[in-house]
């Protein structure tokens, strides 16, 4: 993204409020340059959405799947200044849940062989994805809705046996809306894996402790560089306070309460010269008193809601690290086997998500693990047979409200600029992030781009 530059006037102290990816990225760059930071995170630990849980015996497990690319460079230098060695890199196999099987879907072999499709379709959609990998334009593309594209590029069998199923899942209603340089940046970081010898050799990312481990390696860089990092300090507003701003938080503990209903503790009032928000645009929305406009360009951004299922298994569920779920009756939409990536003898047992996208108010978002597990269980059978659900040794359920932004046609129009109005208070957050999709390399690259650009203010 393009950063509008922040205001003039100089400035002495930055808060940021919110510790995941983004917010650590921003206030390490303002903190190695000699800036006074702190940052403020609701919940009693950092990493946000690439947070993680303690198995046991010290051994970390992500509430949220990640990987990284080769192409993740942002990340990737992170770990190599900060953890070096922790970051390794693995086969990945991929798949496609069609017709009752998992189809092989990495290789253009795989897709020669991919039996939904006839083999003439087989071959208008490789080359229907060549030809948008390679394409560089983003910005007409930005215009252009990618289903109508790709109806028109790969053929009406194409879309209703591989894209319309996955455009629905992730974005549901608006799945139409969506514009074609969303998916041609997705297909863009697989551009190695689709073309010459390495097409069947994708390697991914992942540190040996988990991406917890980078989030807690940059908040100690940033208390070594003089900033602080306030955990279990949910900020529920944010006032101008004379020249500056007065950040009001809740007690401890207000983390146990749905985000935004806890009164604020009159003795924790922290004040600041700057204020950074890495918060999703809702929660932005209610944090400071927004003129009309600036507010109604905060209500027009909505997400999708990431409800996740993690399953502790005795045996392998599957061959497959990442299979995608094209069948339209099957109740998720994705599959990940963590334990086919990384080695399964590093944990206590086999590990699998259950990956879902839905509207916040779905009734997914609001059932429980077991409801999710029981609901669940019968889809799982159908991908293995030899599924049962008494062979679950433990599960976990997590929700992301503001999981996944949805972009719209014409979408680099509607992108915040990080200064905003109020002179002093800014937005950064995975709406800005575009056309690359939000991740924890773009959010660390956004953030370390925007902390940069409020420290050369000071």
């Not at 959609?125 to 560089?136: K, Y």
């Not at 007409?140 to 028109?152: G, H, K, T």
């Not at 159908?382 to 679950?392: K, P």
Request: with cysteine; glycine share 8%; charged share 25%.
């Amino acid at each position: 993204m393009s950063i509008e530059a922040a205001g003039a006037r100089g400035t002495r102290r930055v808060a940021i409020v919110g510790a995941g990816v983004l917010g650590l990225a921003a206030g390490r760059a303002l903190a190695r340059r000699g800036v006074a930071v702190d940052l403020y995170e609701r919940w009693p630990d950092v990493a946000g959405m690439a947070s993680a849980f303690d198995l046991g015996n010290g051994v970390w497990i992500d509430r949220y799947y990640h990987h990284l690319f080769q192409s993740d460079r942002e990340m990737t230098a992170l770990h190599d200044e900060l953890l070096p060695g922790e970051l390794e890199w693995h086969r990945s196999t991929v798949g496609m849940y069609a017709d009752g099987r998992i189809w092989p879907f990495v290789s253009p072999l795989d897709l020669i062989r991919y039996g939904p499709l006839a083999p003439a379709d087989r071959v208008r959609l490789g080359l229907a994805v060549l030809r948008l990998a390679r394409r560089t334009d983003w910005e007409r593309m930005d215009e252009v809705s990618a289903l109508d594209w790709l109806r028109r590029a790969c053929g009406e069998r194409a879309l209703e046996k591989v894209w319309r199923p996955l455009m629905l899942g992730k974005f549901g209603d608006d799945a139409p809306a969506i514009p074609l340089a969303w998916l041609w940046s997705k297909l863009a970081l697989r551009r190695q894996k689709l073309s010459g010898g390495g097409a069947a050799k994708e390697r991914l990312g992942y540190p040996r402790s988990s991406f917890r481990a980078i989030c807690v390696a940059l908040a100690d860089d940033i208390r070594r560089h003089g900033g602080r990092v306030h955990l279990d300090r949910e900020v529920v507003r944010v006032d101008r306070d004379g020249e500056g701003f007065a950040l009001r938080a809740a007690a401890p503990g207000a983390y146990r309460l749905p985000a935004g209903t806890a009164p604020a503790d009159g003795e924790r009032t922290a004040r600041a010269d700057a204020v950074l928000l890495t918060t999703p645009t809702h929660v932005a929305r209610r944090l400071a008193a927004w003129g009309d406009a600036y507010a109604a360009r905060l209500d027009a951004w909505t997400y999708r809601t990431a409800v996740v299922l993690l399953l502790e298994l005795r045996d392998r569920f599957s061959g497959t690290y990442w299979t995608n779920v094209v069948d339209r009756d099957m109740p998720f939409l994705g599959l990940i086997e963590h334990t086919n990536l990384v080695p399964a003898e590093r944990y206590p047992a086999r590990y699998l998500y259950v990956s879902n996208y839905v509207a916040r108010d779905d009734p997914l978002a609001r059932m429980g693990t077991d409801e999710l597990l029981r609901h669940y269980a019968p889809a799982l059978r159908r991908v293995n047979a030899r599924f049962d659900e008494r062979a679950v040794l433990r599960a976990w359920s997590f929700r992301e409200d503001a999981a996944q932004p949805v972009p719209r046609i014409g979408n680099r129009r509607r992108m915040l600029p990080l200064a905003t109005p109020i002179d002093g208070l800014y937005v950064a957050n995975t709406t800005q992030i575009y056309p690359e999709d939000r991740g924890t390399n773009y959010s660390a690259k956004l953030g370390r781009e925007v902390g940069e650009r409020l420290a050369g203010r000071t």
